[in-house]
């Protein structure tokens, strides 16, 4: 059984930075792509990025783009979400989600078999 549990949200004022940790257990972490999505109040659930299996290589949103960063850590079954430059909209509860493939960088929540709990994201003015 696979579980994963993201750390790291807050409140933060607009311009500033967040990290959040996303820690899986069970076996074969470095053996998929992981991905990051978020929710915000009253809107669907939005793909943010994803990391190869071997963090060599990851994709990001238009939204997200040259903001936010994600790398991992097969060690320690360990992926983060570097988020800088936030802004309000990008206030929502973010989930980190294990990809069914290695390598295939796609958005699609269906492509993903297990989430986390997600965590709050809130970028006040």
């Known amino acids: 059984q696979v579980q994963l549990v993201e750390s790291g949200g807050g409140t933060v004022q607009v311009g500033g930075s967040l990290r959040l940790s996303c820690v899986a257990s069970?076996?074969?972490?470095?053996?998929?792509?992981m991905g990051w999505f978020r929710q915000a109040p009253g809107k669907e659930r939005e793909w943010v990025g994803v990391?190869?299996?071997?963090?060599?290589?990851?994709y990001y949103a238009d939204s997200v783009k040259d903001r936010f960063t994600i790398s991992r850590d097969n060690a320690n079954n360990t992926v983060w979400l570097q988020m800088n430059s936030l802004q309000p909209e990008d206030t929502a509860v973010y989930y980190c989600?294990?990809?069914?493939?290695?390598?295939?960088?796609?958005?699609?929540?269906?492509?993903?078999?297990?989430w986390g709990q997600g965590t709050q994201v809130t970028v006040s003015s």
């Open positions: 069970g076996r074969f972490f470095n053996s998929y792509a």
């Open positions: 989600a294990r990809s069914k493939y290695a390598t295939a960088m796609t958005g699609a929540s269906s492509s993903y078999d297990y």
């Open positions: 990391i190869t299996y071997a963090g060599n290589s990851a």
